[in-house]
């Protein structure tokens, strides 16, 4: 196993266990007993000039407002600029892959906005590498904010010992399935193997029932779904750091066996037909809205989903085995999507005691809206007895059975690298293609990109 694996395994191991002493106090009885996160006693900002008017820019990935994530930003960004009249919070709010985009070409002009999204690791360094983010240890220091967050999660945005962003979340793949249309196509058990997966895909078709759905449009969807599948048929964790550290390559027979796999799932009809034109939202409002059976994604969907008219019919399962290769209890391992800060912000230290704020208020505000499942910060709270669901009370659970995993693919490779992946796998969305052209076509990119 290798650092990257052992430091995420430790992290979720303990972490949802789950934990809100995330407001820089301690946690407090509820009338029920139940121990609920505590709200921040911490001072709202430290902003000095106060009556001097600021606006900060916050550019997000929540921008359906109907959504749990996007509820939490509304009411946190309320709540503060209620308490500081001086300070506008424009939200810039896009889907994914929107927000990638628009970030590259900010990052060109060197023009960030005051607070943006980055994800972790590979991903974030090259704007670090060119200074565009704000170290943020001394924000991390201010009311105690670093102690709320689960041990080891910063490292995945800390460079040369500087921190550079906030994790929204700290997730798992899973499968999330209708129990109704499960029944409905007389399908008693959900499947363990991959055989039994397509199975079932065979069945719903059969039944007139969309198998599954996904938002190809953002292409990252396809690419952490084709992921799991290589954790399988690579019979554990460590594929892509193998290729860096030239133990392999991409031609290798599991690689190969993990295209040939995915493709058996779209070649079978798995998805809704167009799904390179549904974005992400879009995709998943499909499964919210009961025309699918199966939604692969990351744990931090439970809240909108749990939220949904299907709601209270939704199940969940571990990816299956891939011809007798894999361990359930590997899973795709998702540090999220983080809060950073211009560099060059002209409100530098009044964005900083506002995300301050935020962070600090982030675990509550997702307590109150059902929504903590797979955050990054420590939990405490009993989430059966706080009136959570069967579904988030099980997803919870899965995370002390974690036993390893590998992270997403361009949070592991370089931008380049990465692009030519989220095409490929894109792609096979469109038409089937050759297997090993596929890997052959990841190994030209890798070797072009790592001279």
């Avoid at 407002?65 to 308490?83: C, E, G, H, M, N």
């Avoid at 208020?361 to 007895?385: C, R, S, T």
């Avoid at 992946?421 to 990119?445: C, P």
Wanted: charged content about 20%; some cysteine.
């Amino acid at each position: 196993m290798s650092k990257t694996q052992k430091v995420v395994l430790g992290l979720l191991s303990g972490a949802l266990a789950v934990g809100v002493t995330a407001c820089g106090t301690s946690s407090k009885k509820d009338s029920e007993g139940t121990k609920a996160p505590a709200t921040s006693t911490a001072p709202a900002a430290t902003n000095k000039a106060s009556d001097e008017k600021v606006t900060i820019t916050f550019q997000n990935i929540y921008p359906d407002p109907s959504t749990p994530s996007a509820k939490t930003l509304a009411k946190i960004v309320a709540d503060y600029t209620a308490a500081h009249p001086n300070v506008k919070i424009e939200l810039d709010s896009l889907n994914t892959d929107q927000q990638k985009i628009k970030l590259k070409t900010q990052a060109a002009s060197q023009e960030l906005p005051d607070i943006t999204i980055v994800n972790p690791a590979a991903q974030m360094e090259p704007y670090v590498k060119e200074g565009l983010l704000a170290p943020l240890n001394d924000m991390l220091d201010q009311n105690g904010l670093k102690d709320t967050f689960q041990t080891g999660i910063l490292d995945f945005y800390t460079f040369d010992n500087n921190t550079y962003a906030l994790p929204d979340g700290n997730n798992v793949g899973v499968m999330f399935y209708n129990k109704a249309l499960f029944k409905q196509a007389g399908i008693a058990n959900t499947p363990t193997t991959f055989d039994e997966l397509l199975a079932d895909v065979k069945t719903l078709k059969d039944k007139g029932i969309q198998p599954m759905v996904i938002g190809e449009k953002d292409s990252w969807t396809g690419s952490f779904l084709f992921m799991n599948v290589l954790l399988r048929t690579n019979n554990g964790p460590g594929f892509l750091k193998d290729v860096l550290d030239k133990k392999k390559t991409f031609n290798d027979p599991a690689f190969v066996e993990a295209v040939d796999s995915f493709q058996k799932l779209v070649q079978a009809g798995a998805f809704q037909a167009g799904a390179t034109s549904v974005d992400y939202n879009a995709g998943e409002n499909l499964f919210k809205t009961g025309k699918a059976a199966m939604y692969y994604m990351g744990s931090w969907a439970t809240g909108s989903i749990d939220g949904s008219q299907v709601g209270k019919d939704v199940g969940v399962f571990k990816f299956p085995t891939i011809n007798g290769k894999g361990n359930v209890d590997e899973f795709m391992l998702a540090p999220g999507s983080a809060f950073a800060i211009s560099a060059k912000s002209e409100h530098l230290q009044a964005t900083k005691d506002f995300l301050n704020y935020f962070m600090l208020n982030y675990p509550k505000v997702k307590f109150d809206n059902k929504d903590i499942v797979g955050v990054a910060q420590k939990v405490d709270a009993d989430l059966k007895a706080a009136g959570y669901s069967d579904l988030a009370v099980e997803i919870n659970g899965m995370f002390s059975a974690v036993k390893g995993g590998d992270l997403a693919f361009d949070n592991t490779m370089n931008p380049a690298t990465a692009q030519e992946h989220l095409n490929a796998i894109q792609n096979l969305f469109v038409q089937k293609t050759d297997s090993a052209a596929v890997a052959k076509q990841h190994q030209t990119a890798f070797e072009a990109n790592n001279k």
